[in-house]
């Protein structure tokens, strides 16, 4: 049982590049979310989904972009990347009752440059 | 609008002493949820204990214990007799009821456990 993985582990991109970090999860959870934690800080929620086909805005949406397409996948998609998104990404998966934990990916760490 | 607050950004606690990580929130929702993580420096985030806001009892995991005063809005974590291996970032998290499925974190607490 794999959990929740996210590729790539480590990427760097120039300013104005594009990417897409991949999520998947194998415990059928329907809510999905993406953060970022900034060196020192909190993770702010970046976008969430209830389900394959619904997405929603969270705190930091601004300069990303999501789908689901299928329960088991996330991705979150990066364009014309600046030196603000420089960040550690976290993906993470939750069941819908309200005391269903997260469970979280091991992160994925981006450097713009 | 939803909000964490976790005012202690940093504390040091000699080895098997109590430490208390203060939580408190803001919601207009009757129902949520209070989450705790352990974030150490490998960087993996580790589910310790929740509370729900119609749970008549603080909730309890091992060391853990959650010190739920609903009026005052806070919900602080309490691990007794600590050990080296609590050193590590603790968030607080909270997740309304079904009206809004967000999940939103406070700033966190560096714990240092000193031996």
């Known amino acids: 049982n794999a959990g929740v993985t996210q590729t790539p582990k480590f990427r760097i991109l120039k300013i104005g590049q594009s990417m897409t970090l991949q999520c998947t999860q194998d415990?059928?959870?329907?809510?999905m979310y993406w953060y970022r934690q900034d060196p020192g800080m909190g993770l702010k929620l970046i976008y969430y989904s209830v389900g394959a086909g619904i997405t929603d805005k969270g705190e930091v949406p601004n300069g990303y972009n999501v789908s689901r397409s299928t329960t088991e996948d996330f991705p979150l998609r990066l364009e014309l990347a600046a030196p603000s998104q420089t960040s550690v990404y976290f993906c993470?998966?939750?069941?819908?009752?309200?005391?269903?934990?997260?469970?979280f990916g091991n992160g994925t760490r981006l450097t713009v440059t | 609008a939803q909000k964490i607050t976790q005012t202690q950004p940093g504390m040091f606690v000699q080895e098997k002493e109590a430490v208390t990580l203060d939580c408190t929130y803001d919601t207009s929702d009757p129902s949520y949820g209070l989450f705790w993580y352990k974030q150490p420096s490998s960087g993996e985030m580790i589910f310790l204990i929740y509370q729900g806001s119609y749970d008549q009892q603080n909730a309890t995991e091992g060391r853990y214990s959650l010190n739920f005063q609903k009026a005052r809005k806070s919900a602080n974590l309490v691990i007794s007799a600590s050990q080296l291996g609590d050193s590590a970032m603790y968030f607080c998290?909270?997740?309304?009821?079904?009206?809004?499925?967000?999940?939103?974190f406070g700033k966190g607490t560096r714990l240092h456990i000193l031996p």
């Open positions: 993470a998966s939750s069941y819908s009752e309200s005391n269903s934990p997260l469970h």
């Open positions: 998290a909270m997740r309304e009821g079904k009206r809004d499925d967000k999940i939103i």
């Open positions: 415990m059928n959870h329907n809510y």
